[in-house]
C-alpha cells in the first residue's frame, strides 16, 4: 500500500513553544491530508482537512490559529503547534487520500509530550 | 451522540474462540464503512472494507446492516496476534472518516 510518513515521531517540549510536524505522503500524490490526534484510551478525532494550495477546513472546537496548518504540495502537509501547553500532549496521526482511491493510508503517528 | 459508537470492551478471550464487534452509526446518509485496527501507539491500519452484501477475508466476516445503522466485525479462530483495538470507521457527508472509539480485543493463550 501506500507509504506515508511523519516526522518527528515523538517530541518532548517546553510549555510555550510551537512545534511542527510533518506529513508526507512518500510514494502517491495526496489531494487531501488530514489531521487527527488521540487522547489516551480515546478514538481518533479528526482535527482538520487540508487540500493542496487551499486553506484547512477545521472540525468544530479545533482552534485554527493555535494549530495551523500548510498544505503545500502533493505530497507534503504540516501541522504547527503554536505556544504549546500539556493539555496538547497527544498523539497526533496524519491521514492521506489518493485522487484515485477512497482509502486514507495513515503516518506513524507523533507522540508530543508538552512539559 | 456520537456518530460512530462502539463497545469498548475490553474482550478478553482464548485462543481460537469466535469473537464479535458491534458498531452503529448515526449518519444515515453514511456510503462508506471499514474496519481499522490499531496496535498500542501505532497507526490505524485497515483492515478490511464492510460491503452491503457483507464480506469475508480469512478468518474475518464483516457485515453492513443499512436499515438498522449496525456494522459487525466476527473475527474466528482468534490468534494471540489479533490482540489490539478495533475501530470502526464510517465516511461521512463530507467524505470524511469519522472513527469509533475502538473495541480493545485481548487474546490469551
Known amino acids: 500500500g501506500a507509504v506515508v510518513s511523519q516526522h518527528p515521531s515523538w517530541v518532548i517540549c517546553k510549555s510555550g513553544t510551537s512545534v511542527k510536524i510533518e506529513c508526507r505522503s512518500l510514494?502517491?500524490?495526496?489531494?487531501?491530508m488530514f489531521w487527527y490526534r488521540q487522547f489516551p484510551k480515546q478514538s481518533l478525532m479528526l482535527m482538520a482537512t487540508s487540500n493542496e494550495g487551499s486553506k484547512a477546513t477545521y472540525e468544530q472546537g479545533v482552534e485554527k490559529d493555535k494549530f495551523l496548518i500548510n498544505h503545500a504540495s502533493l505530497t507534503l502537509s504540516t501541522l504547527t503547534v503554536t505556544s504549546a501547553h500539556p493539555e496538547d500532549s497527544s498523539f497526533y496521526i496524519c491521514?492521506?487520500?489518493?485522487?484515485?482511491?477512497?482509502?486514507?493510508?495513515f503516518g506513524p503517528g507523533t507522540r508530543l509530550t508538552v512539559l | 451522540r456520537k456518530e460512530v459508537e462502539q463497545d469498548p470492551g475490553p474482550f478478553n478471550v482464548p485462543e481460537g474462540a469466535t469473537v464479535a464487534f458491534n458498531c452503529t452509526y448515526s449518519n444515515s446518509a453514511s456510503q462508506s464503512f471499514f474496519w481499522y485496527r490499531q496496535d498500542c501507539r501505532k497507526e490505524p491500519k485497515l483492515l478490511m472494507s464492510?460491503?452491503?452484501s457483507g464480506n469475508e477475508d480469512g478468518r474475518f466476516t464483516a457485515q453492513l446492516n443499512r436499515a438498522s445503522q449496525y456494522i459487525s466485525l466476527l473475527i474466528r479462530d482468534s490468534k494471540l496476534s489479533d490482540s489490539a483495538t478495533y475501530l470502526c470507521v464510517v465516511n461521512s457527508q463530507n467524505n470524511d472518516m469519522r472513527f469509533g472509539a475502538g473495541t480493545r480485543l485481548t487474546v490469551k493463550p
Open positions: 491521514s492521506a487520500r489518493t485522487v484515485l482511491y477512497n482509502e486514507q493510508f
Open positions: 464492510v460491503y452491503s
Open positions: 510514494d502517491f500524490q495526496a489531494t487531501t
